[in-house]
């Protein structure tokens, strides 16, 4: 009897683990799909200064603002892509933004 309460306890627990999974796959591939949310859907800014002002009017899945963490450089053929991390204020998941910033680099 103990040992059907552990194995059932033990499902319902991957059960939950793998529907968190789940769902967490799903939110990232919304996130990507989103603008920005790839290199292939950059977001073509003309200053440095359009990230800023895109971050600010940007809200995560959950509605929550961001804020910045971080950002890098990354060539990409013949575009200069900035890969901006940031982090939102509500449920504190960290997301990437890709901004294509070829033009403010020439
Ligand atoms: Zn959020």
């Known amino acids: 009897m103990t040992g059907l309460f552990i194995a ?3 499902l319902a627990a991957l059960g939950v683990t793998g529907w968190r ?3 967490r796959a799903r939110l990232r591939r919304a996130l990507a799909a989103l603008p920005g949310g790839s290199a292939a859907t950059a977001i ?3 200053a440095f200064a359009g990230i800023d002002e895109h971050l600010r009017a940007r809200q995560c899945a959950c509605g929550g603002r961001l804020d910045l963490r971080g950002e890098r450089s990354e060539p990409h ?3 200069v892509l900035r ?3 940031a982090e ?3 449920c504190e998941r960290i997301q990437q933004v890709w901004f294509d910033a ?3 680099y020439h």
């Open 8 to 10: 059932l306890a033990l």
């Open 21 to 23: 999974r789940v769902r």
């Open 44 to 46: 073509e800014v003309e």
């Open 77 to 79: 053929g013949q575009r």
């Open 83 to 85: 890969v901006v991390r």
């Open 88 to 90: 939102c204020r509500n």
């Open 102 to 104: 070829s033009r403010a």
